[in-house]
């Protein structure tokens, strides 16, 4: 359930007004009681205490679609797509879609150089808190020895069960699994009625879907049976590797509503049997308010919130899976877009998109280590902590929604956010500020932050108390030496 706000005016949040994730329901953990498949049974589950503390995740984009590597992980929908440029990619180079078809890229998918645990290792070397694959996309094929579809990664392709192998090397680097679910889209993502094709052919329902005449892809409207089988197919995920969280894509709400009732039900009923906090994502309007954890696509909160969220962006700009002309983001957009979102109460999940053979390009590994190696000095600032009373300052305005990632500019030295934890208030500085940083969000006008309830002020990774001032106009810090840091600056202003 999404925490309410309260202060805390104990004397270790001098800080002033700091605002505190608190479940409602004084005392409520997630074993108190079994729950209902009923609304109002399911917004009372708690978020888990663990999401609130992670701030940062990994997970991944890997399946058949990274055999073509082109364009996007929707290259298994739009090569069915005549005039498509996936289409047209896809006659030129495999021939027409009655002999060469989605299905038979799968032997093709071999991921002979996957190793998870070296998967795992850098994953933590990042910094995440956790990790876990895409489960299943919408093409259809199950990245887990499934029982319910012989289309899975343990049957072909790999013949692996990729999802058990992550599960295994996650845990045993001591971060949180988690699993991400996209099948409610399968319904009508290929053209089963289309004869001239493979994906109509019946042998194949269970990788393509059932038929669906012309037009379901814009109205989607699953049958029954559809909706039995995909929520089978997350309940043997949840009784396979039990993973802390769940993530939704969007169109959840396509499946009828008493199937997702009984799947979260199911699912937190299992985490309290486990004896271990759960937690489900979903977006837009997919589960009513307090049922889960509201996600974001490639966009974030304008502002701090009252509840936890999570916003999930791949490291790509243009595609969530390997595709041969990436563009990926730099080092210090991913630094500074986790600062802006953990300073709103949210999280981030990060997408990476590995090749199709296993390995997880060069640049992208570059990039996890230069986050991993940011939050070695600045974690403190990022773990466990909360927001202030007020997320921010700066010129740099952030549109707020999905999809609104493309539209934020780079931020600059004079975009500053703050978190805060124990008695200690950290302002981050999205770059370098030059020898004096002026934070006109702290002042001698807020009494609870006088000067003398300022104990010191230190920059992290810098082992010297700064020399400050404070007055009507702000709060001044001398600079140290700029040193080895990167990308963005912590002030920890420690206070009495």
């Known amino acids: 359930m999404h925490p309410t706000f309260r202060c805390v005016t104990a004397t270790i949040m001098a800080v002033g007004s700091l605002l505190w994730a608190a479940s409602p329901g004084a005392g409520e953990t997630q074993g ?48 069915y797509i005549g005039g498509h440029p996936a289409n047209k990619h896809h006659l030129e180079k495999h021939g027409p879609l009655s002999r060469f078809g989605y299905k038979d890229f799968i032997p093709m998918f071999k991921a002979e150089k996957f190793d998870p645990d070296e998967w795992a290792a850098l994953f933590k070397k990042a910094g995440a808190q956790f990790a876990g694959p895409v489960a299943e996309h919408a093409d259809g094929f199950a990245m887990w020895d499934s029982k319910i579809s012989k289309w899975n990664a343990t049957n072909m392709g790999p013949k692996r069960d990729i999802v058990g192998a992550m599960e295994k090397a996650i845990r045993k680097q001591d971060m949180k699994f988690i699993t991400t679910f996209h099948h409610q889209w399968l319904w009508a993502w290929y053209p089963t009625y289309d004869k001239t094709c493979d994906a109509s052919n019946p042998e194949y329902a269970d990788l393509y879907g059932p038929f669906v005449p012309k037009g379901g892809f814009s109205k989607p409207e699953p049958d029954p049976a559809f909706c039995e089988r995909w929520e089978a197919k997350v309940k043997e995920v949840i009784d396979k590797y039990q993973p802390d969280l769940i993530w939704f894509d969007s169109r959840l709400n396509t499946i009828h509503e008493p199937y997702r009732k009984d799947l979260l039900a199911y699912y937190y009923n299992q985490g309290a049997k486990w004896g271990r906090e759960v937690g489900v994502t979903y977006k837009g309007k997919d589960l009513p308010v307090g049922a889960g954890i509201v ?164 920059m992290l990774g810098a082992d010297k108390h700064l020399e400050w001032s404070l007055d009507g106009d702000g709060l001044r810090i001398v600079t140290p030496e700029r040193g080895n840091g990167k990308y963005a600056f912590t002030f920890k202003i420690a206070l009495k």
């Open 32 to 79: 108190d009681r079994p729950y209902e498949p009923t609304w109002e049974s399911l917004t009372k589950h708690p978020d888990p205490k663990w999401f609130a503390d992670a701030r940062f995740g990994i997970y991944f984009h890997w399946g058949v679609y990274s055999v073509p590597a082109y364009s996007s992980e929707w290259y298994s929908r739009n090569m």
């Open 295 to 458: 996600d974001l696509e490639r966009g974030r909160m304008s502002g701090l919130t009252e509840y936890a969220w999570l916003n999930d962006d791949s490291i790509d700009w243009k595609s969530w899976c390997d595709i041969q002309d990436a563009d990926y983001k730099s080092a210090d957009r991913l630094v500074d877009g986790l600062v802006d979102i953990v300073s709103k109460n949210g999280n981030l999940l990060l997408n990476i998109p590995p090749k199709a053979n296993g390995e997880i390009p060069q640049p992208v590994k570059e990039r996890l280590l230069e986050m991993g190696a940011w939050l070695a000095v600045n974690g403190e600032a990022i773990y466990g902590t909360r927001p202030w009373e007020i997320f921010g300052e700066g010129p740099t305005k952030v549109k707020e929604g999905s999809f609104g990632e493309q539209k934020i500019g780079d931020f600059t030295a004079a975009d500053i956010r703050f978190t805060t934890k124990g008695n200690a208030l950290y302002a981050i500085c999205l770059d370098w500020p030059g020898k004096e940083l002026k934070i006109t969000s702290i002042n001698s006008t807020n009494p609870l932050l006088a000067k003398e309830k300022i104990a010191s002020i230190r």
